[in-house]
């Protein structure tokens, strides 16, 4: 299995337009460090899902005949963004699994272009491009799901947006045991709880519930970037993502 991650940032990016904290100063220097939105690729032996199409140049990065499937996480416009773009797209029907969010994200569900919305249940998995999905809630402000995805030798676990982990999702990943965690951590520690994603403390939390091999944070702001050239502190076995960075598992 080979994960690519497209991008790593929150919904602002980095840098952030307009900001000149030392995060986006550094990131406006040097192209390595930028972040777009959160997205992701996955490579099975028999084809490839896309995990959220929030990136702008979608068209640009992928032709029609690389995607086998779309999995999306849920419909904040940072995650489907770049999806408006392919509704004039004359490719063939793609199949995408979604949450059950029966508003979508403006007109997307109305015009959804190639793509053909499904509702899988949760913790039920299912088989697409030679790879096992099992979707998992999470906690966010819209229905949301991570993904649990399996190639009959490497488990990749992806939850992101979430603040915490529901009970009954963090039993289910814990018991899957995944080689890699890729994992919502947008912000430094802060005084009073984010609401609707990790921060800092609160993604070691997860990691401690989760027990991956290893853990990759995503959906990274510039805040927190910030404090992390002050205080280069990190769960154990961890790291920040990069835009491009691919995973063979
Ligand atoms: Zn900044
Ligand atoms: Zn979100
Ligand atoms: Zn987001």
Redesign the pocket.
């Known amino acids: 299995m080979k994960i690519t991650l497209l991008g790593t940032g929150?919904?602002a990016g980095v840098p952030v337009w307009g900001c000149d904290c030392p995060a986006c100063v550094a990131a406006g220097l040097d192209k390595r460090r930028r972040r777009r939105?959160?997205c992701a690729t996955v490579e099975g032996s028999r084809g490839r899902l896309l995990i959220d199409g929030?990136v702008p140049d979608l068209a640009e990065r992928l032709a029609p005949r690389d995607i086998s499937a779309l999995l999306v996480?849920?419909f904040?416009i940072?995650?489907v963004l770049g999806l408006f773009a392919l509704r004039w797209s004359k490719a063939s029907p793609i199949p995408a699994f979604a949450p059950p969010d029966l508003e979508g994200c403006a007109d997307l569900f109305k015009h959804p272009g190639p793509f053909e919305f499904r509702r899988p249940p949760a913790f039920e998995r299912f088989e697409i491009a030679g790879l096992g999905v099992t979707p998992v809630p999470l906690t966010h402000s819209k229905p949301t799901f991570g993904y649990c995805i399996d190639d009959g030798r490497a488990r990749l676990a992806y939850l992101?947006?979430t603040k915490g982990l529901p009970a009954d999702t963090a039993k289910f990943v814990a018991g899957f045991k995944p080689d890699l965690l890729v994992l919502?951590c947008?912000y430094p520690p802060r005084e009073a709880p984010p609401r609707n994603?990790n921060d800092l403390p609160l993604a070691a939390e997860c990691i401690a519930q989760v027990r991956p091999q290893r853990t990759l944070l995503v959906?990274i702001s510039h805040e927190l970037e910030a404090w992390l050239m002050e205080h280069p502190a990190m769960p154990p076995n961890s790291g920040l993502a990069s835009d491009g960075e691919t995973i063979d598992l």
Request: proline share 0%; charged share 20%.
């Open positions: 929150s919904a939105v959160t929030g996480t849920h904040h940072d995650h992101t947006d919502d947008s994603h959906h």
